[in-house]
């Protein structure tokens, strides 16, 4: 049997917004785990039901963060195409979003999370560049 997809949602706080988002996953067949801050120091990998990967005992009690965050685990691409086609549709766009992978599996929440940042300023500040050179 195919391993089920899932996701894990962080800091979606907009009732409207979350239910559509959920819809989307709910219509897909994919499993929706919502994250709390006092799990951000668990391994992005035990939140998302890796077989073998254990959770630790450590709670979170600062501050986190406040902007949504989507981790995808076990899409195919088909319906990692799907997903991203309903959510243009909905105009839900998440800025922060990753796939599990072998590397940020490991990760906790706030590593992952800080290294979303780092790679959207990037895409950022790289759309920025390539508009300015337009202008030119």
Excluded at 79 to 88: D, G
Excluded at 123 to 135: A, G, L, M, N, T
Aim: overall charge negative.
């Amino acid at each position: 049997m195919a391993v089920r997809g899932s996701v894990l949602l962080y800091n979606f706080t907009d009732k409207a917004r979350t239910d559509k988002v959920k819809f989307i996953f709910v219509l897909m067949g994919i499993k929706i785990r919502s994250v709390e801050k006092e799990d951000y120091l668990q391994p992005v990998g035990a939140l998302s039901g890796v077989a073998g990967m254990e959770r630790s005992g450590d709670v979170y009690e600062g501050e986190g963060f406040g902007e949504e965050m989507l981790v995808i685990c076990n899409l195919t691409d088909a319906q990692m195409n799907q997903m991203l086609a309903y959510f243009r549709k909905e105009g839900i766009q998440i800025p922060l979003k990753a796939a599990l992978t072998p590397t940020n599996m490991n990760w906790n929440s706030l590593e992952l999370h800080d290294e979303l940042v780092r790679e959207h300023e990037a895409v950022q500040k790289q759309i920025r560049e390539q508009k300015e050179q337009k202008k030119e």
